[in-house]
């Protein structure tokens, strides 16, 4: 009796085992589902901004040397030119999400005028297209808030330059010439993202540009010099990430 027992409980332990065995196999050979990864977004590196810009030129070094009349040249005078307001479109290309290069594009209209012993004398007007390339650094730590540094260069050039043709003092400049020049640029600022494509952006660069120009005065006296415009760009605006 013990025995007939002792069978059955081997013959249920071997039962059981199969069956285990079986569920195991059965279990390996079903398919596992795993949950779809998200769709990957393609990436777009281009970004633009439209700005209204504040162009702060800082003339105080600047020269001026008035043939044969040294009264009237520095140290004894020297320029001061106009700020402006304009429009301003950037274009930004990023080869990574940290490291971008940006074009500003934007023209300005400046009036020029004299200091020192040329106080009050009117020279003139010229109109600046100053194209400035920058590579920055954008900070991505800080969520929607991305701040960025950045130095380049721009070439400047001078075009519609007119002499104010207006007399003070015994004095009128007839002639009005500035030469295109290069200059370096830094730059800091930030954009403020609402979204993955639209945000706020606020804008300093700081420009060294420093022309030549040459000038008439009377329709004979040749006036030549450095015009140190050296402007700060102050800029507010739109930020769009394609």
Known sequence: MDGTIRNLARLATLGA??????????????????????????WNPWMIRLRV????????????????????????????ISNQVVPELDISYFFTPNIAAELILGVTRHHITGTGTLQGLDIGKTTLLPPTLT???????????????????NYTVFFNSSASNTAFGGLTVTNLHVSNAWGGAVQFGFDYMFDKHWGLNV???????????????NGAIPV???????????????????
């Open 224 to 242: 030549t010099g450095t015009a140190h415009i050296d402007p700060w760009l102050v800029g507010a605006g739109v930020t769009y990430k394609f």
């Open 53 to 80: 810009l504040g162009v702060l030129p800082d003339g105080g070094d600047s020269t001026v040397n008035v043939a044969g009349v040294p009264a009237l040249s520095s140290p004894n005078s020297g320029l001061d």
């Open 135 to 153: 590579l920055q650094y954008h900070f991505t730590n800080f969520g929607a808030f991305k701040p960025y540094i950045g130095a380049g260069v």
């Open 203 to 217: 804008d300093v660069k700081k420009l060294w540009l420093q022309p030549d120009y040459s000038a008439t005065v």
């Open 17 to 42: 085992m199969l069956v285990g065995t079986f569920a195991t196999a059965q279990a390996a050979d079903l398919p596992v589902y795993k949950k779809a990864p998200p769709p990957v977004e393609a």
